[in-house]
């Protein structure tokens, strides 16, 4: 199996972080819809957006030809290096409309070869202008299939996020990869991360990150697949599928047991913490008026059956070991 090696100094791992990438779950949904035999985890979602008039429409697509094909990778461009856990949409697409028209012409001719989309010529003779177009329907395409779902999507990101960095304190590295995707293996001996199931033909399958760090990405629409970017200008990056991804589309049915004792909207609630959450992801999925839901998690946490940990701005709740005890 193909396999690309990074050489990790000291200071990179100094400098690993995660992030969030709105943008890069929208490329990766309009990949999903063109190629849904392939992704039956997200057959919810699928079943509801398989004729989005960005795939389906009429008319010619610049969008189109550049997300949803080659199908072997995106142009890097499409997808900038997050760096943050809370990165903006529209910073992220201001970013792309930014990218130098080297960069542009470089990944066209990365990705696609000598098979470039007649539809794409132009981009390379004005990739400012064309970049603007197709930014313009990708918004689009945002608010009609994702922006709905935002909310919970991002909640189980960070919650992902919050996971891997305790068990990056906790374990160590070498840990902590492993537990990310099967086709990373890290030796923290020599300081190699192994990415196993690259496309074939790769050049470079060695190559050194430099002390530029490396970005951790969870990702819903990933799934099941590791994809990664170490090309300058940006920051080495790693998109891996989310932790709990089959639960994203799933209705909380609440725990019929629990709730004689506990109240049926803080047994609910409880039942949904099988993932962490915030507050807003959990009115969001059960229903409930935010200040409720704030209200029964203030007292399951006196009850010791959940606890706050804060993400950044973000505070979300998990079970306690105490809340987990409940389900054994």
Same mark, same amino acid.
């Given at each position: %199996?193909?396999?690309?090696?990074?050489?990790?100094?000291?200071?990179?791992?100094?400098?690993?972080?995660?992030?969030?990438?709105?943008?890069?779950?929208? &490329? *990766?949904?309009?990949?999903?819809?063109?190629?849904?035999?392939?992704?039956?985890?997200?057959?919810?979602?699928?079943?509801?957006?398989?004729?989005?008039?960005?795939? @389906? +429409?009429?008319?010619?697509?610049?969008?189109?030809?550049?997300?949803?094909?080659?199908?072997?990778?995106?142009? #890097?461009?499409?997808?900038?290096?997050?760096?943050?856990?809370?990165? =903006?949409?529209?910073?992220?697409?201001?970013?792309?409309?930014?990218?130098?028209?080297?960069?542009?012409?470089?990944?066209?001719?990365?990705?696609?070869?000598?098979?470039?989309?007649?539809?794409?010529?132009?981009?390379?003779? =004005?990739?400012?202008?064309?970049?603007? =177009?197709?930014?313009?329907?990708?918004?689009?395409?945002?608010?009609?299939?994702?922006?709905?779902?935002?909310?919970?999507?991002?909640?189980?990101?960070?919650?992902?996020?919050?996971?891997?960095?305790?068990?990056?304190?906790?374990? #160590?590295?070498? *840990?902590?990869?492993?537990?990310?995707?099967?086709?990373?293996?890290?030796?923290?001996?020599?300081?190699?991360?192994?990415?196993?199931?690259?496309?074939?033909?790769?050049?470079?399958?060695?190559?050194?990150?430099?002390?530029?760090?490396?970005?951790?990405?969870?990702?819903?629409?990933?799934?099941?697949?590791?994809?990664?970017?170490?090309?300058?200008?940006?920051?080495?990056?790693?998109?891996?599928?989310?932790?709990?991804?089959? @639960?994203?589309?799933?209705?909380?049915?609440?725990?019929?047991? &629990?709730?004689?004792?506990?109240?049926?909207?803080?047994? %609910?609630?409880?039942?949904?913490?099988?993932?962490? *959450? #915030?507050?807003?992801?959990?009115?969001?999925?059960?229903?409930? =008026?935010?200040? +409720?839901?704030?209200?029964?998690?203030?007292?399951?946490?006196?009850?010791?059956?959940?606890?706050?940990?804060?993400?950044?701005?973000?505070? &979300?709740?998990?079970?306690?070991?105490?809340?987990?005890?409940?389900?054994?």
């Amino acid at each position: %199996m193909p396999t690309l090696t990074l050489s990790l100094s000291t200071a990179d791992l100094s400098r690993l972080r995660w992030a969030v990438s709105p943008a890069w779950e929208l &490329l *990766a949904s309009i990949r999903t819809l063109a190629r849904p035999a392939r992704h039956a985890i997200h057959m919810p979602w699928l079943s509801d957006h398989r004729d989005d008039p960005l795939l @389906t +429409g009429p008319g010619a697509s610049a969008a189109r030809d550049l997300t949803a094909g080659p199908a072997s990778h995106l142009p #890097g461009f499409l997808a900038p290096t997050p760096l943050s856990p809370l990165t =903006a949409l529209d910073d992220e697409l201001d970013e792309v409309c930014r990218t130098p028209a080297d960069v542009v012409r470089r990944d066209l001719a990365a990705a696609f070869g000598g098979d470039l989309p007649g539809r794409l010529a132009p981009m390379l003779r =004005a990739p400012r202008r064309e970049l603007e =177009a197709v930014v313009t329907d990708l918004r689009q395409y945002w608010q009609r299939t994702l922006a709905p779902n935002w909310p919970r999507i991002r909640a189980l990101l960070e919650s992902d996020i919050h996971y891997r960095a305790r068990s990056l304190t906790e374990r #160590g590295p070498a *840990a902590m990869f492993a537990d990310i995707h099967p086709g990373l293996t890290f030796d923290q001996v020599i300081g190699t991360l192994r990415i196993a199931g690259r496309q074939a033909g790769l050049p470079d399958p060695h190559r050194s990150l430099e002390g530029r760090g490396l970005v951790l990405v969870p990702s819903a629409f990933a799934w099941p697949r590791l994809y990664f970017k170490t090309a300058e200008p940006w920051v080495p990056v790693i998109r891996y599928p989310v932790r709990g991804i089959g @639960t994203l589309w799933e209705s909380p049915a609440g725990n019929a047991d &629990l709730a004689p004792a506990l109240g049926a909207t803080r047994a %609910m609630l409880l039942d949904v913490l099988e993932t962490p *959450a #915030g507050t807003l992801e959990l009115a969001h999925r059960t229903g409930l =008026a935010p200040g +409720g839901v704030s209200a029964h998690l203030h007292k399951l946490a006196r009850a010791g059956l959940v606890a706050p940990h804060r993400t950044g701005r973000i505070v &979300l709740y998990a079970r306690t070991a105490r809340g987990e005890a409940l389900y054994h």
